[in-house]
Structure formats: C-alpha cells, structure tokens
C-alpha cells in the first residue's frame, strides 16, 4: 500500500518559514491527492489543507492565509509551506492520502514535529 513519509519540520523561531514534504510512492499511480493534519500537544488533529490528483486545493477557513498546499506528481511528493510561524503553530504534521479517486485513501504518514519559540 502507498506508505507517506513526512520530513521538513524542525524548531523554528517565531515569523520564520518552514516547507513541509510529504513523499509517497505509487502517490500518483494509485490516483491519490493528500492532505496536511496537525495536532498540537493535548489537542485533536485538525486539518489544514489537501489537494487533489487534479491539483485543486482546498484550505480550512480558520487557517488559510499562511499555509500554501502544491505537489509534485513526478517525485509523489506533496508540499506544505508554512509562513510568519506563530508558538501556536507547534504541533506534529502529518499527511493522509485523499480523494474520491485514490485507491488507497485513509493512510497517514507518521508526522514531522514542528517547534516554534
């Protein structure tokens, strides 16, 4: 099955920038767009934004603004550019393959850790 490996985090400081990846092979071939979840400590993850095989991307209202989705279906990879960090941005961030055409849909990855101070 399509595995998703998430990298790119890391501790940042406060107004810095961060682009998250989120590589899956066979991404593509089975059909998949994936979006972006973060959970902050003693929170429940909430989603950020996903974007589809056709590369229509979609933002949660509460968060768009500073987060820019885009992909790269030669490298099955997915991209995450995180801008003006803020301390409530601390979480991990995961993937999950999404879309009413994906194969194999629901899989996450296992999250990048992003610190802000």
């Known amino acids: 099955h399509v595995q998703l490996v998430e990298s790119g985090g890391g501790a940042v400081q406060a107004g810095g920038s961060l682009r998250l990846s989120c590589t899956a092979p066979?991404?593509?071939?089975?059909?998949?767009?994936a979006g972006w979840w973060r959970q902050a400590p003693e929170k429940d993850r909430e989603w950020i934004s996903s974007i589809g095989i056709d590369g229509s991307d979609t933002y949660s209202s509460d968060l768009q603004g500073r987060f820019t989705i885009s992909q790269d279906k030669a490298k099955d990879t997915v991209y995450l550019e995180v801008k003006n960090l803020k301390p409530e941005d601390t979480g991990m961030y995961f993937c999950?393959?999404?879309?009413?055409?994906?194969?194999?849909?629901?899989?996450w990855g296992q999250g990048t850790q992003v610190t802000v101070s």
């Open positions: 999950k393959t999404v879309g009413y055409r994906c194969k194999q849909p629901g899989h």
């Open positions: 066979g991404l593509t071939a089975n059909w998949c767009g």
